[in-house]
């Protein structure tokens, strides 16, 4: 298998809060191979951002800090890095597009006119206007804006959400990354029109051969364009698998719950289940399962100690005591 474009080793991180130290982030560890599409999923709060921020240098140092761990991508570990390098490899190499496209679009400019200087200085100045224009335009086409020339002379309220978020990744693109990090991408937006981003998102991904990062809350967000799905929970990741895996054979109780409180068209309203309780105190987390108290195949074994994320073969990794040799030849 060829080496992971991105692969984060046993990372730390926590916030100096008032209220004392904020364990975020607990020894996570996390490889994208070129080409791939990974799912980041897990309830509100868990780490998703943070982690994927922080892995490039986006999380302000302080209240945060990074305590272990190693971010490797280009054969480069980020953390050793100084910001202007950071700078320049997250313009050029990783993209992110995030949940509320017009918070990242000035109000007062027109689109094309943003669009042209976010090229020009991707590219540091290497194009001329000209040139970045044409490649604006072509961008815009390949996000299937309709009519790209008129958007081009927009001002970002004149365009709907859906629209707005068609640029930004035409805007994300443009630079040709490697990586793409796509952080809760159409919350925002109506479910019909969610479901045209993410075939979007999927058609280029599997055109210009980049890899994702898709994070969401929703399980069949992901299921629409990933094609592996890492399952994180109170800081930590506690499964790791193939996207049919994750749907068809999921490990973990809290998969299990995640999967259970997916609506189903044919399924009546009262079935459908939540997962009782809530994320643990992370200022004091627990020191076994943090799942353990909300989980309903817990035993008493689950506090004794942080379970270990086990490789159960074919990319399956889960990190739950019930899947451990003893319990299972028992
Ligand atoms: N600057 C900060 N100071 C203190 N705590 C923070 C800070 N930024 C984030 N956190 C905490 O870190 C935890 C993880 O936050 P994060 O934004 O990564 O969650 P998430 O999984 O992306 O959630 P969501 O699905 O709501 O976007 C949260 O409990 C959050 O309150
Ligand atoms: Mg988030």
Known sequence: ???PILSIRDMRLEFDTFDGVYKAIDGVSLNVAPGEALGLVGETGCGKSVLTRAAFGLVPSPPARITSGEVLFGGRDLLSLREKQLRSIRGAQVAMIFQDPMTYLNPVFKVGTQLVDAIIAQQKGAIARRAARDL???MLDKVHLPNPQRQFDSYPHELSGGMRQRVLIAMALAAKPKLLIADE??????????AQILDLIAELVS???LSVIMISHDLGVVAQ?????AVMYAGQIVEDAPVADIFDNPKHPYTLGLLKAIPHP???????????????????PPTGCRFADRCSHAVPVCTDGKPPLMDLGAGHRVACTLYRKEHVDA
Request: with cysteine; charged share 15%.
């Open 136 to 138: 604006a335009l072509e």
């Open 207 to 209: 055109e210009l051969g």
């Open 1 to 3: 298998m060829s080496d």
């Open 225 to 229: 364009v990933c094609n592996r799905v």
């Open 185 to 194: 991408p159409t919350t925002a937006l109506d479910v019909t029109v969610q």
């Open 266 to 284: 044919l399924r009546p309203v009262e079935h459908l289940a939540g997962i009782p309780g809530s994320l643990p105190n992370l200022y004091t």
